[in-house]
């Protein structure tokens, strides 16, 4: 169903999407001003944008990677905590603008195309459904927050070559997302499953090259013109320890009591976790395309991005953005989408309001209040609530019908008409 009483989805969700932007937009721009008195937490405008103008060279436009280095903890010299795309794209916004608020802005032009072609593409393979994108909170928050849109835009668009039978270009496009911020690459062994339950055998380890070959081939410019510098990404990553608005960092927590872990172990714990559950996912896959005839591409990929943002050290608010498409893709019930908004929500809000109470304890934002404030209940509420439907979701994903996305096919039969129909429309 592509209509909405009469109205054709794709102009309504992208007017939608539009209003979301602007909605976003004016959010972070209260920051431009100035962020004394801590008002970008007061205000709820913290953007990562602004900050890294200065802290990783984009301001003395600095080119990402090749000089750059971790020492104590700290990146330094073009380093950058994100992937090599990602990087590029900070650094070549710097090359347009002269001061950090020109900087938010050029950045929000460049970033609007993106999130507008994550509504076109949602609207063209789940009609209204999309509006789980478009009119999601969380694009108001997150949308100008970082540059995730960016690897959002290539993961939707690998889920889109993929509806059309065209899995080598998704697995390009996801190989491209995993080179703007790591996840889409998950993706890739779902895929191949795919592949060789339609009975294209041969294509499951082509899918597994395009997407690895071209991470990789993306990256080796980087790594022949500077090791250490781009090994500093992952490095940094590596040592460092969780996220203070995670499930790992939230020490007490009602009856839960939960150890601190240093980064070695946490790495492993995390690892292990994150593997043992992406494992399942495909197990799970696998049974049902036995039991069912098609590998059930959209449900697995979905449970296993659940499953990365469940266990992570470092789950930063706008990730968010990454599991919005597959609300809209997968068919789940559209309560999770709604009780997943309000957690996100919580953490928000919460996260942004308790950095200004301690912020306003203490210039140097390093004293947490003695008695937990309002807002710090409101964000461990949020991210507890959050990684109990993130559980939840793993399962329910797991559970959802296949979907076919119009045209594409989910097993040898359906590939063999398809291949007859594409037959009989070129003669």
């Given amino acids: 169903m592509k209509r909405v009483a009469g109205i054709d989805a794709i102009p309504l969700v992208l007017g939608v999407c539009a209003l979301g932007l602007v909605a976003g937009f004016a959010l972070k721009a209260q920051c431009m001003a100035d962020w004394s008195h801590f008002?970008?937490?007061?205000?709820?405008?913290?953007?990562d944008i602004q900050p890294l103008y200065g802290a990783r060279g984009i301001d003395a436009d600095t080119f990402p990677y090749v000089s750059g280095s971790?020492?104590?903890g700290d990146l330094l010299g073009g380093a950058i905590e994100y992937p090599v795309l990602t990087g590029v794209f900070m650094w070549a916004t710097g090359l347009l603008v002269d001061n950090v608020d020109q900087y938010l802005i050029v950045s929000t032009v460049l970033l609007v195309p993106f999130a507008l072609l994550v509504a076109h593409l949602l609207s063209e393979l789940r009609g209204p459904r999309a509006l789980m994108w478009a009119a999601a909170p969380a694009l108001v928050f997150y949308a100008f927050h970082n540059w995730d849109l960016l690897v959002v835009a290539a993961a939707t668009a690998g889920f889109f070559a993929w509806s059309r039978d065209r899995p080598v270009w998704s697995a390009v496009l996801f190989g491209l997302g995993g080179a703007l911020k790591g996840y889409p690459l998950l993706f890739l062994p779902a895929l191949a499953l795919h592949r060789w339950f339609v009975g294209r055998r041969d294509e499951a380890a082509i899918v597994l090259g395009a997407g690895a070959g071209v991470f990789a081939v993306v990256n080796?410019?980087?790594?022949?013109?500077?090791?250490?510098?781009?090994?500093?990404?992952?490095?940094?990553?590596?040592?460092?320890?969780?996220?203070?608005?995670?499930?790992?960092?939230?020490?007490?927590?009602?009856?839960?009591?939960?150890p601190k872990l240093e980064p070695d172990a946490l790495n492993l714990v995390t690892f292990a976790l994150t593997g043992t559950f992406i494992v399942v996912a495909l197990i799970v896959g696998l049974i049902r395309a036995r039991r069912e005839g098609g590998y059930p591409f959209l449900p697995v990929a979905a449970a296993c991005l659940a499953s990365f943002m469940l266990w992570n050290k470092v789950h930063s608010p706008q990730y968010t953005l990454w599991i919005l498409p597959l609300f809209a893709l997968v068919a789940v019930n559209w309560v999770w989408w709604a009780a997943y908004s309000i957690v996100d929500a919580a953490v928000y809000v919460g996260v942004f309001r308790f950095f200004f109470d301690a912020c306003s304890r203490d210039a140097s934002c390093n004293v947490v209040p003695p008695e937990p404030t309002l807002a710090q209940h409101v964000m461990e509420l949020g991210v507890f609530g959050r990684a109990g439907l993130l559980l939840a979701l793993f399962v329910v994903f797991l559970r959802a019908s296949p979907g076919s996305l119009h045209r594409t096919p989910t097993s040898?039969?359906?590939?063999?008409?398809l291949r007859k129909s594409r037959t009989k429309d070129v003669k």
């Fill in 412 to 417: 040898q039969v359906d590939y063999d008409r």
């Fill in 220 to 258: 080796l410019p980087f790594v022949l013109a500077s090791p250490s510098g781009w090994w500093a990404t992952y490095e940094f990553h590596s040592r460092r320890g969780p996220n203070f608005d995670t499930i790992w960092a939230i020490r007490e927590f009602g009856p839960l009591s939960l």
């Fill in 39 to 47: 008002i970008q937490y007061e205000r709820l405008c913290y953007n």
């Fill in 70 to 72: 971790l020492q104590d």
